[in-house]
């Protein structure tokens, strides 16, 4: 399983309440009109991430069956009943960029609240080992791996349930953002 994962902010100006149904309202369509390849779509309000400036924004993740999903993905966001919402979000983006990860470890449902551990690991060192120490220790961290360095993101993400601490692996460098799902009818 792959994740398209767009960070973004709205201009200053925009109402927040507003932004965030627009944000739901193309995801609800977009899972109407599914792509060949789409699993799901979730948008979560986070903390500031340093490819946003640190400044709060927003996180999509749109998780698909592997790359080969991709292109459907690309063609039915702008297309069809999913093209007014997703133009309407995107007239009031200020910032946005976007990465690409593969599931690794851990089940692959995304929490309604969340910590994300942004790890970027010593280089030189295996990933593998100490990510799945990572896991034994706290069974529901969910770990994706950035791919082909598409994006700004740190190279790996640990998902884990609300405030959940983990005992980051010797000499990794980490960034801790909290996050919350956006729901509600669009």
């Given at each position: 399983m792959l994740a398209y994962v767009f960070w973004h902010r709205p201009y200053g100006n925009v109402d927040r309440k507003s932004y965030e149904e627009w944000l739901l309202h193309f995801q609800s369509e977009l899972a109407q009109d599914e792509p060949p390849g789409f699993i799901s779509a979730a948008s979560f309000r986070t903390e500031g991430v340093p490819w946003l400036g640190d400044q709060p924004g927003y996180e999509d993740w749109y998780?698909?069956?592997?790359?080969?999903?991709?292109?459907?993905?690309?063609?039915?966001?702008?297309?069809?009943?999913?093209?007014?919402?997703?133009?309407?979000?995107?007239?009031?983006?200020?910032?946005?960029?976007?990465?690409?990860?593969?599931?690794?470890?851990?089940?692959?449902?995304?929490?309604?609240?969340?910590?994300?551990?942004?790890?970027?690991?010593?280089?030189?060192?295996?990933?593998?080992?100490?990510?799945?120490?990572?896991?034994?220790?706290?069974?529901?961290?969910?770990?994706?791996?950035?791919?082909?360095?598409?994006?700004?993101?740190a190279e790996f993400a640990v998902e884990v349930p609300g405030d959940t601490e983990i005992e980051l692996p010797q000499g990794w460098q980490a960034r801790r953002v909290q996050r919350w799902r956006l729901t509600g009818a669009p």
């Open positions: 998780c698909v069956q592997g790359s080969w999903a991709l292109d459907p993905l690309n063609a039915f966001a702008v297309a069809g009943q999913a093209k007014a919402p997703h133009d309407s979000a995107a007239a009031q983006m200020d910032e946005g960029h976007g990465g690409l990860f593969a599931h690794v470890i851990g089940d692959t449902v995304l929490s309604d609240r969340s910590s994300v551990y942004w790890l970027t690991r010593p280089r030189g060192i295996a990933w593998r080992p100490p990510l799945d120490a990572v896991h034994a220790r706290c069974p529901r961290a969910n770990v994706w791996r950035r791919q082909m360095v598409l994006g700004v993101a």
